[in-house]
């Protein structure tokens, strides 16, 4: 899988599951002091799975996770008026 593709697949997970994944952002936001963001992951997952994609680690705060594509590694970071995908090294 050419490294197009797997940004190609990055951008398919992320247009099928921003709503969810915003809309889990705002539950974080007002659950967080009685959930584990770990359940979030769980969840998360299984929307990746599809796409070929690992959740890799959870950010509680901002809310936000890092994920791959095979080896392209990323971190989307929600704020209150965006998400912000980001590259990782």
């Not at 190609?8 to 967080?32: C, H, Q, V």
């Not at 992951?41 to 996770?65: E, H, Y």
């Amino acid at each position: 899988m050419g490294t197009k593709n797997k940004i190609s697949t990055a951008d398919k997970f992320l247009k099928k599951n921003l709503p969810y994944i915003d809309y889990m952002a705002g539950r974080w936001e007002d659950e967080s002091e009685y959930e584990n963001i770990e359940d979030y992951k769980n969840i998360l997952q299984k929307a990746a799975t599809p796409f070929g994609i690992v959740i890799d680690k959870m950010i509680a705060q901002p809310f936000g996770f890092k994920f791959r594509v095979k080896e392209l590694k990323y971190q989307l970071i929600s704020t209150p008026t965006k998400f912000k995908l980001q590259p990782l090294l």
